[in-house]
């Protein structure tokens, strides 16, 4: 095997002075922790936010221990309770290890936690109303949004629980008064819309907020509220998928076939989302939502 090429110098010579300014960047950010210009969870938000940020490349232990009064050896200890390893660095974090630390540095610094909005969105029959309404059921931590819809209710939904039962009239009323967050037309039928009023109120209380929308309302809030925190409720597989929407016998067979083509565009948009969720078990795709409203940031 022939040695491997030596890098120009300049190549290294770059190279070297963008790692000198990446560290003097990191020890930056530790002084703005050590002298109380920032907190531990301003730095975090920002490294979950953009992972080529100075915060991202900031290891855990080292963002940790520059909090003011929290030494090293209590640093560890916290670490080894969160499952995080002594080199992780802040945006390599995942889901659980972001909300544990987040929740330790909040009751850590004792200050309010603003309210967070998390919007749940997938292709059609993967399960998002009862993944939602399992939340509703065991969560009751978590505001679950109520959307106004114009089609009408199936077999066991009530209106004000599941939906808003609206006529057209009154959907357009909405509208007109600027009553909702978004809105759009689903399957080139019904409308459907999130008010906006009770979420407002929810967020200022300080209250995690969930809600549950298609993919076109999904964008729709991400442009109004572009704090929200995106999750995308995938199936174990296309096969389930099918399966699950043919199986649960509300459609007739060519509405089956629109919706299902429908699914295959809409699995295509996954990649705009801040998260991805596998339904394959409702509990636990439940679990992992609800941990998500816990987290401050995007994409891991």
Known sequence: MSPRPEPPEVDRVAASHAAVAARRARAAVKHDV???????RDVLDVAWRDPSSAEAGLRVRELLTSVPTLGPARAA?????????????AAGLGIRQRSGLWNYLLGREGDSEPGRLVVLAGPTAV???TVSAYIRDNYPEVHLSVSATTRP????????VHYFFVKDAEFDRMIAQHELLEWATVHNSFRYGTPRPPIDEALAAGKRVLLE????????VRQAMPNAILVFLLPPSWEELVRRLTGRG????ADQARRLATARVELAAQEEFDFRVVNTDVAEAAREVVELTAVSGHRS
């Open 34 to 40: 050590a002298t109380r210009a920032r907190s531990a």
């Open 77 to 89: 200890k916290v670490m080894a309770e969160l499952g995080i390893a002594e080199s992780k660095k």
């Open 127 to 129: 399960g998002k109303g």
């Open 153 to 160: 209710p199936r077999p066991g939904e009530v209106d004000g």
């Open 213 to 220: 929308i298609d993919l076109q309302g999904a964008r729709s």
């Open 250 to 253: 509300t459609e007739d067979t």
